[in-house]
T-cell receptor
Framework: DGGITQSPKYLFRKEGQNVTLSCEQN?????MYWYRQDPGQGLRLIYY???????QKGDIAEGYSVSREKKESFPLTVTSAQKNPTAFYLC?????????????FGNGTRLTVT | DQQVKQNSPSLSVQEGRISILNCDYT??????FLWYKKYPAEGPTFLIS?????DKNEDGRFTVFLNKSAKHLSLHIVPSQPGDSAVYFC????????????FGTGTRLQVTL
């Protein structure tokens, strides 16, 4: 059964620590995305990747980093430079660039930094 | 700059009636529009989409209408059911680019008995 797996579902960290959120997909999708959701706000794009070993900054990339070493995996690191890291993080994928198709989302990771 | 706007943060509708959720956009380059449904602590689930070459798309109880001249789209749910209670996001993209989706802020729909 194909899908996107995000782990863990809940994550707690102390301020000043880097933390990496996992995202794996077995849909054979080329493009992968990271979004962030805050209360009362829409989903905001952090980073996206259209192909292995390539990725671009989204609208709110500061304080985050990503890698795309494998087609199936797109981990997101929240660094200590991110001023407001507490949020709900969503990973998504879609078939490929240039095709009008929906994003498929994982079930998210809620990160709490204290 | 909010390119996709959902001006109603919440909507309450009786079971069996029609729910109408609205969305406005400002970027005339958008040519692909989607609606997602989201439950708390879960990822959004794709509901229905529409390309700018159409003005209507139906899928069961869900119909999306697109008015390009007004830069407005709406989602109609008929009949509304209690299980439809969720937050609904509209999203838009420009096909052929990275096709990143730009999301609205969401409308919380409550379907009452």
């Amino acid at each position: 059964d194909g899908g996107i797996t995000q782990s863990p579902k809940y994550l707690f960290r102390k301020e000043g620590q880097n933390v990496t959120l996992s995202c794996e997909q077995n849909l054979n999708h080329d493009a992968m995305y990271w979004y962030r959701q805050d209360p009362g706000q829409g989903l905001r794009l952090i980073y996206y990747s259209q192909i292995v070993n390539d990725f671009q900054k989204g609208d709110i990339a500061e304080g985050y980093s990503v890698s795309r070493e494998k087609k199936e995996s797109f981990p997101l690191t929240v660094t200590s430079a991110q001023k407001n890291p507490t949020a709900f993080y969503l990973c998504a994928s879609r078939i490929s660039l240039g095709v009008a198709s929906p994003l498929h989302f994982g079930n998210g990771t809620r990160l709490t930094v204290t | 700059d909010q390119q996709v706007k959902q001006n109603s943060p919440s909507l309450s509708v009786q079971e069996g009636r029609i729910s109408i959720l609205n969305c406005d956009y400002t970027n005339s380059m958008f040519d692909y529009f989607l609606w997602y449904k989201k439950y708390p602590a879960e990822g959004p689930t794709f509901l229905i989409s529409i390309s700018s070459i159409k003005d209507k798309n139906e899928d069961g109880r869900f119909t999306v209408f697109l008015n390009k001249s007004a830069k407005h789209l709406s989602l109609h749910i008929v009949p509304s059911q209690p299980g439809d209670s969720a937050v609904y996001f509209c999203a838009a993209s420009v096909t052929g680019t990275a096709s990143k989706l730009t999301f609205g802020t969401g409308t919380r729909l409550q379907v009452t008995l």
